[in-house]
């Protein structure tokens, strides 16, 4: 049997790990994980992590799932993949079937991925290509938020303003439009959350009534910003944000990869504002975590202005794996699960809980902007020394049996909706002992 040290050292030989200055795995460890359960990943000593960032924000139901491991057994002995051109299948007709429901019938017409960024260029490619079809050829611009994060992709990086992704890249893409963003953490002394977005909105109408005319589509993250440290606001900002889009001829794109599936305490985002877009992105928890899956609904006037005899006005993106059957096996098992188990409405206390176990948090002196919206929690902290914080913190956290991955200075909490009562306390708690190890 190989051990622990052999599969790391052959990883560092043969892997290029993501999001990562290899360099710094000189210093900082690399797990090797055998085996995950519940919330809990495994490595090969023995060692438990609690995976309370849900494997980069993924897996809902817990590592190794009884369902959904059924439902993938079930499937690997019928279908494992046909392609979807000329062909169809049971489980890529029912999910589409189910998530059409979820938004009452406003969005259809599921369009399948394997990743977010690839679902958020098909929803650029789709914005774009309607407008070409109707005759506006001229509307070929994008519009997106400071902060904003949408994928890694040259499309996507169009798209995305964090500039540890986009930076060596400025000249391989074409940059969209970047609007003042809502996020709350940005209010002057005496500004609400809600006077922040009226300026944002302001900001962004300023905009639009001076360009909308070349403008295909805005593209929002609804309520949190994750990837550039959990940046949240108001709902009342996409309510007005969909009045304008409306008001000056422009899509909306909301990009739920992150904020999708239950995360914000509603299944979509977007419900909160009561609200819906143009196009709705959706991947990461919508497989529970299994097996790559992304896909964009749309309206059926989007889809109409495709419909036609001619070939060269039809969405012809194609993709290999699109609407692989396991994957989407998967995510039916994951649906079926929070149906079964009334998720959104357990999550409230789990929600309840997890705010209880910041209190602490939030009474530390070096702890600020404590925030948070259904299952994310974050705050920011201010360490003596700010250089290598994240990387400290992780490393601190994985002695203390905790998987955190601080976003520079941010430190937050995404864990899959099945953490125990137990369980929250023990994060609220090793967390507490991470940050105190960390900031002296
Ligand atoms: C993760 C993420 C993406 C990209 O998804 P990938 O599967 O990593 O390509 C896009 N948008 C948002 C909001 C995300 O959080």
């Known amino acids: 049997m190989q051990s622990a040290d052999d599969w790391v050292t052959r990883s560092l030989a ?3 790990h993501p999001c990562t200055q290899m360099q710094h795995h000189e210093i900082m460890p690399l797990v090797a994980i055998s085996h995950g359960r519940g919330a809990w990943l495994y490595d090969h000593q023995g060692q438990r992590y609690l995976d309370a960032v849900s494997s980069w924000w993924v897996n809902l139901f817990g590592h190794a799932n009884p369902r959904i491991n059924q439902a993938l057994k079930d499937q690997l002995d019928k279908l494992e993949h046909a392609m979807l051109a000329g062909f169809t299948h049971e489980p890529v007709v029912q999910l589409s079937e189910r998530l059409a429901a979820k938004t009452n019938h406003a969005l259809g017409h599921c369009f399948y991925a ?3 960024a690839s679902a958020v260029e098909i929803a650029l490619k789709m914005s774009f290509h309607y407008w070409r079809n109707s005759g506006r050829s001229e509307k070929q611009e994008f519009v997106c938020l400071q902060g904003s994060y949408h994928g890694e992709t040259v499309g996507a ?3 995305t303003d964090v500039p540890v992704f986009t930076e060596a890249y400025g000249g391989m893409y074409r940059q969209a439009h ?6 709350a953490r940005q209010a002057k002394s005496g500004e609400s959350e809600v006077d922040v977005a009226a300026r944002a909105i302001l900001a962004m109408r300023t905009l639009l009534e001076r360009r909308a005319s070349q403008i295909a589509a805005v593209i929002v993250e609804p309520l949190v910003q994750c990837a550039v440290g959990m940046a949240m606001h108001d709902p009342v900002y996409l309510r007005s944000l969909r009045a304008l889009c409306d008001e000056f001829d422009v899509h909306l794109i909301a990009d739920e990869i992150a904020v999708g599936c239950g995360r914000t305490g509603t299944f979509f985002a977007c419900e909160q504002a009561a609200i819906w877009p143009d196009f709705l992105c959706l991947s990461k ?3 529970g975590g299994y097996l790559p899956l992304s896909l964009v609904m749309t309206t059926d006037t989007i889809y109409q202005a495709f419909y036609h005899p001619e070939v060269a006005r039809g969405f012809l993106h194609s993709h290999s794996y699109t609407g692989n059957p396991l994957a989407c ?3 039916l098992a994951t649906l079926q699960i929070f149906d079964d188990d009334d998720v959104i409405k357990r999550n409230q206390q789990r929600a309840e809980k997890l705010a209880q176990a910041l209190q602490p948090i939030a009474a530390h002196p070096q702890v600020s902007h404590v925030r948070q919206r259904g299952m994310i929690a974050a705050f920011d902290v201010s360490p003596t020394i700010r250089e290598g914080f994240a990387r400290r913190f992780f490393t601190t956290a994985l002695q203390k049996e905790l ?13 899959p909706f099945m953490l125990s009562d137990e369980e929250i306390a023990l994060l609220g ?9 960390t900031t002296h």
Request: aromatic share 6%; charged share 15%.
């Open 14 to 16: 043969s892997v290029w």
């Open 285 to 287: 928890g919508i497989s």
């Open 157 to 159: 990086l169009g798209v």
């Open 429 to 437: 708690e090793r967390t507490l002992e991470v940050l105190q190890l």
């Open 329 to 331: 096996r998967a995510a």
């Open 114 to 116: 394997s990743d977010g």
């Open 403 to 415: 998987l955190l991955r601080p976003i520079g200075t941010t430190v937050y909490w995404m864990p």
């Open 178 to 183: 970047v609007v003042m963003s809502p996020e």
